[in-house]
């Protein structure tokens, strides 16, 4: 079922894919002062355009050729792991006037930053952006230590027009994804066992109900699964090329 997904892209209000540059699909999602176009590099790897802006997320140079993409006038860090924190992509992307912004455990390797803690927001080049705490509660490295502790990572909602999108970074369904309202896009990380189960991401969508849901950095684990755990909510699970 969720192969059809790659192909049919409708859904009310929204508007369908895109070819983006080379092999990147988009889609573009129509807000109240212009379309947001939402590129999938891959992985935890995203690319947004909105109002003349280019704003690329966890940019990784393991997947992309990022000579070849826009500048950057906004990159976020959500954390500090390498498939996230890249300095040779930032490098690449950054120009004088790059607005960086990351949570405090990636300071040492991103020079002239902005740190947001958990909880924090700000607004950059007209785009607000508030910082939502990422973290694991139950799958954890074998010294009991959380794949991802709390206090640490961040996953970041940014309002475009009338529309909030929420890029969750490397998280399990805590408390304060489930308490989070009006998304109109969700990116929700489904990848063993560092992150989670499509059972968890389900149960998470269904707190706090997107009106689309992207799964994203699933690795290996099977996006069919959240399709069939969804399919009897009004939630648009679209699966894209984000392994």
């Given at each position: 079922m969720y192969?059809?997904?790659?192909?049919?892209f409708v859904f009310t209000g929204f508007?369908?894919?895109?070819l983006a540059q080379d092999e990147f699909d988009s889609d573009v999602l129509p807000t109240s002062t212009g379309d947001l176009t939402m590129t999938f590099i891959g992985h935890g790897t995203l690319m947004f355009r909105f109002d003349g802006k280019v704003i690329h997320v966890d940019p990784w140079a393991k997947l992309a050729d990022y000579t070849e993409l826009p500048k950057a006038d906004l990159i976020l860090i959500t954390h500090e792991h390498r498939d996230h924190l890249d300095p040779a992509a930032i490098r690449t992307l950054r120009t004088p006037n790059t607005v960086i912004l990351h949570s405090a455990s990636c300071a040492e390797k991103v020079q002239d930053g902005t740190i947001l803690t958990n909880g924090q927001s700000t607004t950059a080049l007209g785009i607000d952006v508030k910082a939502v705490p990422a973290y694991n509660i139950r799958h954890k490295r074998d010294t009991g230590k959380p794949f991802h502790p709390p206090r640490v990572g961040n996953g970041y909602i940014l309002t475009f027009g009338d529309k909030r999108v929420y890029v969750a970074g490397d998280t399990e369904n805590t408390p304060e994804m489930k308490g989070l309202e009006h998304i109109d896009v969700a990116f929700l990380p489904l990848n063993l066992p560092?992150?989670?189960?499509p059972e968890m991401?389900?149960?998470?969508?269904r707190a706090f109900k997107p009106r689309i849901l992207y799964p994203y950095h699933y690795g290996d684990t099977d996006p069919g699964r959240l399709v069939e755990l969804l399919k009897d909510t009004a939630i648009d699970v679209r699966v894209r090329r984000l392994r």
């Open positions: 192969d059809v997904l790659l192909l049919i508007a369908g894919a895109v560092y992150t989670m189960t991401v389900a149960d998470a969508a």
